[in-house]
């Protein structure tokens, strides 16, 4: 329970950061409506993108480099596109960020690390 308060604190003061990053790389590579932006303490995944386009992020990301933390946003944002994990989604994740396997295994390799 302490790491959830601790969690939503924290997040009160990256949301407006993650928010305009949002809006940039879907700006540069998607152009899709994102209906909200949502930071909060998840350690199931780390992001998720609804049929509603909301974009929920978990807070675990504050822990991890930029170049990661954009592959994730970079990931949910292709969700608005292809609601799936099919080739064409891949196709998308793979245009918008050519080197993204070594992000995806940055997150494999360094989850524990990514916590409070």
Request: charged share 25%.
């Amino acid at each position: 329970m302490v790491r959830q308060l601790l969690s939503r604190v924290v997040a009160q003061d990256f949301q407006s950061d993650m928010e305009r990053r949002v809006h940039e790389l879907n700006h540069l590579f998607f152009q899709k409506p994102v209906k909200s932006v949502v930071l909060k303490y998840n350690t199931s995944n780390w992001g998720s993108c609804s049929s509603a386009s909301n974009i929920n992020l978990s807070t675990c990301l504050l822990f991890a480099p930029d170049d990661v933390v954009d592959y994730v946003i970079i990931h949910e944002l292709a969700h608005l596109v292809e609601m799936n994990h099919s080739s064409r989604f891949w196709k998308l994740v793979e245009e918008a960020m050519p080197d993204y396997k070594e992000k995806k295994k940055w997150l494999k390799q360094n989850w524990q690390t990514c916590n409070f």
